[in-house]
């Protein structure tokens, strides 16, 4: 990935830098930036600086100049510009990423907007608006998962499923916002929708673990899926009960194969 960034960054050094600074309004990038930070956080800049420059080029923004920004977010130059000013951040560019003035200039003028009083500092009445939402509506959440168990020394296995639908709400607004404390601290406005999908990757994570644990717990006895629904939900209500939510309506549905012989077994 450096050889990548390195590469991109020597090409705008040198003959696209003129096209480049020519078609760029750094306010369009860093508007762009501010949206997919209020999706997914803060932290996608450092976490995940690839997938924010896809979604750059996804919207208009030119690759050569999203490019430019990608190789400022490998570097760490989002970390350090907060609170800069404009020559300052320009300067740390040039250092650190090798880019001419002329880009380096456009890019701390994003990053000075990027950072602005009315964006990432956000007014008293912005701030935790989407966990105000999520505390006043009910959620629907769906889980599919299979596991399969296998019996000692006999070649044969049976795959288990189970989907879950269920609707929750929340309870306990202070044990709510502990299990989502790492979000909305990172983005006090992260919306409501980006907080139920954490509460959902917690829920998709707690039920395969448990079905992975009743489906192969003993290697000399099936699993009996008829009681899995009941297990799945004392399950989830405990964790519910953990960190504020409540469970308002719950569904769960289990199959289970035939024996089928394992492939290896033919041989």
């Not at 750094?26 to 501010?34: E, G, I, S």
């Not at 740390?92 to 950072?115: P, V």
């Not at 639908?165 to 983005?187: E, F, I, S």
Request: glycine share 6%; proline share 3%.
């Amino acid at each position: 990935m450096k050889i990548s960034a390195q590469k991109t960054a020597q090409g705008f050094v040198h003959d696209q830098a003129p096209n480049l600074v020519q078609d760029v309004r750094p306010q369009d990038l860093a508007a762009r930036l501010r949206t997919i930070i209020s999706e997914q956080g803060r932290d996608v800049l450092s976490r995940d600086p690839f997938s924010v420059y896809t979604r750059l080029t996804d919207e208009g923004i030119t690759p050569d100049f999203a490019g430019s920004a990608l190789v400022t977010l490998l570097a760490g130059i989002h970390l350090d510009a907060e609170g800069k000013h404009k020559e300052e951040i320009s300067g740390l560019i040039r250092k650190k990423c090798f880019l001419n003035a002329a880009i380096s200039d456009l890019l701390a003028e994003m990053y000075l907007l990027l950072y602005s009083d009315d964006s990432l500092k956000y007014r008293d009445d912005d701030a935790n608006e989407g966990f105000r939402e999520l505390c006043s509506e009910e959620w629907q959440y769906r889980y599919s998962g299979e596991s399969s168990w296998r019996a000692v020394r006999s070649g044969v296995h049976i795959d288990c499923s189970c989907e879950v639908t269920l609707v929750y709400g929340v309870q306990d607004a202070d044990k709510a916002r502990l299990l989502l404390k790492h979000l909305l601290d990172d983005n006090p406005v992260v919306s409501a929708d980006r907080l139920a999908a954490e509460i959902g990757s917690h829920l998709d994570e707690l039920i395969q673990n448990r079905l992975d644990e009743w489906v192969t717990g003993d290697p000399y006895y099936e699993p009996d899926m008829d009681d899995f629904p009941g297990e799945c939900r004392w399950v989830i209500e405990d964790f519910f009960e953990k960190h504020g939510l409540k469970l308002v309506r719950y569904d769960c549905d289990t199959d289970a194969s035939d024996y089928e012989e394992d492939f290896e077994a033919r041989w």
